[in-house]
């Protein structure tokens, strides 16, 4: 879908770009006779205009003639339907208002599909017994040098862990890279249940980002724990697989993936003693966010309005606030939520319950 133009990858075909461009460049036009300008079948076309119009990214005036036509039934049936009747002109959707409606349904579709994806879990059995047919006699620990690789399998073992994640992890900061890409796993987990303990060092509470995003873990059901002084670096998915580095004095020279149960019991051990000896975040930072990470009132409002409504205008209005003000606080709200767009905006805002 991706050579559909630049409008494919939220979903519309090469001539349902076209003919959205079209009524851009020609509000309040019929789409009578259009498919000879665009010089292509009467067929294609009208199954383009009713897509647009059953996605709101085409709009057309309501008859003003006694009995006219409203719906769309007969725009349906019959494509040219739209220009003949009185009024029956085609307006496009403002472009915001478009690729906002074609994110959110694109959006939609992927959180589907990856519901989709994550499902048959029967298949992970079935691919380990074929694997462990190739597997040496005492080959449970597989050795990894591209960071690269271990990176990636450690998003893979997050992404399919079903019951719990433990880590001691002891960066001093993490930096706004490694949150973006942490972030969607981690919520992910929690919102499946996935239980997850974490050490982390003391000193990372220094960094003002990783301290809120270590508490807005804690706040979405992760457990934190903080140790003044740790050197070990240690994952475990589910109790059967732990990850650790080949060289503790080296990270970059690999690491070690082991599900030999002998040795992921003793690190399971090795994380209990240190899980033991730290203390927990909230007893350190308080449970309660602070006004940094938290939205104000007023700010919770436009983001329920930004949710709500199309144009900032009647955001405004309804808060009955200056459109420059209204405007300051959708930035403001972006920019804690550290959102790349508004309906970026609302997926987070939905992950943290704010909405």
């Not at 205008?313 to 200056?322: H, K, M, P, Q, T």
């Amino acid at each position: 879908m991706n050579d559909a133009g630049s409008m494919g990858l939220l979903g519309l075909t090469a001539m349902e770009e076209r003919v959205y461009r079209h009524f851009l460049r020609n509000p309040g036009t019929t789409a009578e006779d259009i498919h000879l300008l665009l010089h292509a079948s009467q067929d294609v076309v009208g199954a383009a205009l009713r897509r647009l119009t059953e996605l709101g990214l085409l709009r057309r005036a309501e008859a003003t003639a006694e009995g006219g036509v409203k719906g769309g039934a007969r725009t349906a049936e019959d494509p040219g339907a739209a220009g003949r009747e009185a009024g029956g002109t085609l307006t496009a959707a403002d472009p915001e208002v478009a690729v906002g409606l074609l994110t959110d349904r694109r959006l939609s579709e992927l959180h589907h599909e990856l519901q989709q994806v994550t499902r048959p879990r029967h298949l992970v059995a079935e691919l380990r017994a074929e694997q462990g047919a190739h597997t040496q006699a005492g080959g449970g620990v597989e050795r990894m040098t591209n960071l690269a690789q271990i990176r990636d399998r450690i998003d893979d073992l997050a992404f399919f862990a079903r019951e719990e994640i433990l880590s001691v992890e002891p960066y001093r900061a993490l930096t706004r890279e490694n949150i973006a890409h942490a972030r969607p796993l981690d919520s992910r987990c929690l919102r499946r249940g996935v239980h997850i303990r974490s050490v982390v060092l003391k000193d990372a509470l220094d960094d003002p980002a990783t301290a809120a995003y270590l508490r807005e873990l804690n706040a979405q059901g992760a457990r934190i724990r903080v140790a003044a002084d740790i050197a070990e670096r240690v994952l475990v998915y589910d109790r059967h697989t732990a990850l650790v580095p080949a060289d503790p004095s080296d990270t970059s020279r690999g690491a070690l993936v082991a599900q030999e149960p002998g040795l992921v019991a003793s690190i399971l051990a090795l994380f209990e003693k240190i899980w033991d000896q730290a203390t927990d975040l909230t007893d350190l930072l308080g449970a309660a966010a602070p006004e940094s990470e938290s939205l104000t009132p007023i700010e919770l409002e436009v983001l329920k309005s930004m949710c709500r409504v199309t144009k900032d205008e009647i955001g405004a209005r309804e808060l009955g606030v200056s459109l420059r003000t209204y405007r300051r606080h959708v930035a403001d709200v972006l920019r804690t939520l550290n959102a790349c767009n508004r309906p970026h905006a609302a997926l987070l805002a939905r992950e943290r319950g704010w909405i």
